[in-house]
C-alpha cells in the first residue's frame, strides 16, 4: 500500500539551529500538509500546499517556518531558526482530493 | 477558531463490552473523520463521514455524523484486545479554500483487557 515517508524519524538540535524535516508524499497525490503534536496536546493543523503554493497556513506557521517542493517527490519543511518549544512531532501528509489525507509516521524534534 | 471536543479521553473495559467514544462542536464541518493511531506512528484514517445523519459501519465499528454535522460519535461492539490504541476524530472546515486543515480533537485512549 503507497505510504508517505518523513525522514529523519528523530532529530535532536541546539536552539537557534535550523532544521529541514524531509517527506515523500504518496506519488499521485496534489495536496501536501505538515501538523505537529506536542507532546501531551492535539495535533495541530501548520500548513497546505498545493499547486506549488501554501494553501493555507495557520499562526503558528510563522515567518520561523517554511516549506517547498523543490523536486517532484519531495516535500520539506524547514525551521529557520529553532526555538525549545518547537519540540514536537511533525507529521507529514498528502491526498489526492482535498480532506482525506494519509499521514507519515512522523519526525520527532527534539530542540535543546 | 473551530474546537472539536472529544470524550471520554480515557477508556478501560473489558473484552467484549461495547463503547462509544464521542466528538463534539458548536461549529459546522464539511466532513468529519476518525483515525487510529498507533505509539511512534502517524494517525490512520478508518472512516470519513460527509453527510449529516450518515452511518457508516467497518465491521465492529459504526460511525455517525450528526443531522447539523456538528458531532460524530464511534461505536464499537463486542471490544476486543487488538482494539486498544488512541482514537481521534477531526472535522474538515466548511467551504472557502480550506484544504486538508483539520481540527483535531484530544483523542480517546481506549484499553481492552482480555
Known amino acids: 500500500e503507497p505510504e508517505v515517508t518523513q525522514t529523519p524519524s528523530h532529530q535532536v538540535t541546539q536552539m537557534g539551529q535550523e532544521v529541514i524535516l524531509r517527506c515523500v508524499p504518496i506519488?499521485?497525490?496534489?495536496?501536501f500538509y505538515w501538523y505537529r503534536q506536542i507532546l501531551g496536546q492535539k495535533v495541530e493543523f501548520l500548513v497546505s500546499?498545493?499547486?506549488?503554493?501554501?494553501?493555507?497556513k495557520s499562526e503558528i506557521f510563522d515567518d520561523q517556518f517554511s516549506v517547498e517542493r523543490p523536486d517532484g517527490s519531495n516535500f520539506t519543511l524547514k525551521i529557520r531558526s529553532t526555538k525549545l518549544e518547537d519540540s514536537a512531532m511533525y507529521f507529514c501528509?498528502?491526498?489526492?482530493?482535498?480532506?482525506?489525507?494519509?499521514f507519515g509516521a512522523g519526525s520527532r524534534l527534539t530542540v535543546l | 477558531t473551530q474546537l472539536l471536543e472529544q470524550s471520554p479521553q480515557f477508556l478501560s473495559i473489558q473484552e467484549g463490552e461495547n463503547l462509544t467514544v464521542y466528538c463534539n462542536s458548536s461549529?459546522?464541518?464539511?466532513?468529519l473523520q476518525w483515525y487510529r493511531q498507533e505509539p511512534g506512528e502517524g494517525p490512520v484514517l478508518l472512516v470519513t463521514?460527509?453527510?449529516?445523519?450518515e452511518v457508516k459501519k467497518l465491521k465492529r465499528l459504526t460511525f455517525q455524523f450528526g443531522d447539523a454535522r456538528k458531532d460524530s460519535s464511534l461505536h464499537i461492539t463486542a471490544a476486543q484486545p487488538g482494539d486498544t490504541g488512541l482514537y481521534l476524530c477531526?472535522?474538515?472546515?466548511?467551504?472557502?479554500?480550506?484544504?486538508?486543515?483539520?481540527?483535531f480533537g484530544q483523542g480517546t485512549i481506549l484499553t481492552v483487557h482480555p
Open positions: 501528509a498528502s491526498s489526492v482530493s482535498a480532506n482525506v489525507l494519509t
Open positions: 506519488s499521485n497525490h496534489l495536496y
Open positions: 500546499f498545493y499547486n506549488n503554493e501554501i494553501s493555507e
Open positions: 461549529s459546522v464541518f464539511s466532513s
Open positions: 463521514v460527509v453527510t449529516g445523519g
Open positions: 477531526a472535522g474538515a472546515h466548511a467551504g472557502g479554500t480550506s484544504y486538508g486543515k483539520l481540527t
